[in-house]
């Protein structure tokens, strides 16, 4: 037995020595040959936009707390034409890069602008006669931020490769006054600061004022990390009850087969993420804000990357990853606008669900449902037929009503300063750590030293690993998703 035990020991002494000796794998950085930087993108934007006035407009809309400062860019997007009343349009409020290292989800916003500067100027010139997307897209409305968090992504422009947070070190995703401030035992301030109070944060105060003023009935979140489509709750493991959730549930679960091949975790982020997340955009969209449809998007994540490797393990690296994810969401996004009719929200509307979407006269790739996960952009059909199932004629009894941004700038200068007490950071930091239930001596019958040797290799071995960076399992990684 000492013989074995010696053995073993020495073992163990030659893994440590090869973990010791392992240099730190290399990180992967940006390639802004593939990557929009974030002055970039907006050029971009900007210049879509300048080529539709008729139906594209762009508004940035600035807010000061406490000396820091930061600029909601807001595109509005109506293809029937820009006009103020928005009450008889289905409407949708669409973010992208509430989280700076999540370089990907902007692209897709670009991407959809581009679409719909297509599909717009053909309604706008009659190239054909109106298709069945066409007269939907006639009643909706679209208001973008192509970058939500622009202070977060010029951190990671600089560097800073793992930042999620705002220029001053908040959260964008746990400001929100939805169970704000609750501390779960893997809580990690490094990740998941929620700031001083609600709203403390000029990015998430003016979003709430647009909210206030638009009334959406879509809110729709897009986040890398994983891939996975969900909807409320995060703060628990479990989604609403009632027919609106159960249809936004059979809306998610068809995009799953369209556009992630099955792949996606659909429904409560809570459940399916792998930790609770309090204090969450779409929570305060649903449960506060009356959001009907409120969707959070995972659309890419490399689980096989090092958790230390950000960039790696939240966006893609080559361009034909890239190219196939870009192209696949932003379609996505206008599969989901053809099956919102199916929801008991919209359906008082009398508008007719789209069961194919369209691709556009710039032969953008619209109708191409690309496994983002591939390493090649490999095409499938491009007849996406929808299996649009149930008849939902419920109708909504609360009015919403719509509003341009200019009600943005009136709100933005009524937001108050935060309460200046400040969030206790005193929380169970997570930790990717074995954890192992252990016996007193005194309660092992028959016990003898000898017992503990196997109990003892197992800890040094799983120590060992966790040095070594080898446990691959997503929700133990310190970086959040959602």
Known sequence: MWVLAVSLSCLVCQVWTQVQDQEAPALTQPDYTVYNTKDQLFHKVFDVVDKHPLFMEVDEIPLAVDE????????????????????????????????????????????????????????????????????????TVFKILPLENANGRKLVESGQLCERKNGRGVDPNRNWDAHWGFKESDYDPAEEYPGAAPFSEPETALLLALTNAFRQHVWLNMHSGMEALFMPYDHLAEIPEGPGAQASLHILQQLNTLHCGGRCAVGSGGKSVGYLAHGTATDYM??????????????????KADFSDCFKMFNPIDQATVEATVANWAAAILSLVGLLPNHPDIAAMNLTPVTKVLATGSNKTVAMAVTASKLSAEERESDLALAVGGKDTQMHDDAVHGGRNDAILQLAGEIKEPASEHYDLDGSVHENVLKSQMLHPSDMPGFSWLYLLPVTILLLLGFLLKRARIDRTPWLRRQRMV
Not at 72 to 87: A, F, I, K, N, Y
Not at 96 to 103: N, P, S
Not at 108 to 117: N, W, Y
Not at 286 to 303: H, N, Q, R
Request: glycine letters at 12%; hydrophobic letters at 40%; proline letters at 4%.
């Open 286 to 303: 649903y449960e506060v804000a009356g959001v009907p449809m409120s969707f959070t998007w995972e659309i890419f994540g490399d689980l």
């Open 68 to 139: 820091y400062a930061a600029t909601l860019t807001v595109v509005t997007v109506e293809p029937g034409g820009l006009s103020r009343d928005h009450d008889d349009k289905i409407r949708l409020l669409i973010s992208f890069g509430e989280h700076g290292r999540e370089l990907i989800t902007p692209e897709v916003g670009l991407r959809l602008l581009e679409m719909l500067g297509d599909l717009g100027s053909e309604m706008e010139h009659g190239v054909q006669a109106a298709t069945p997307q066409q007269k939907l897209l006639q009643r």
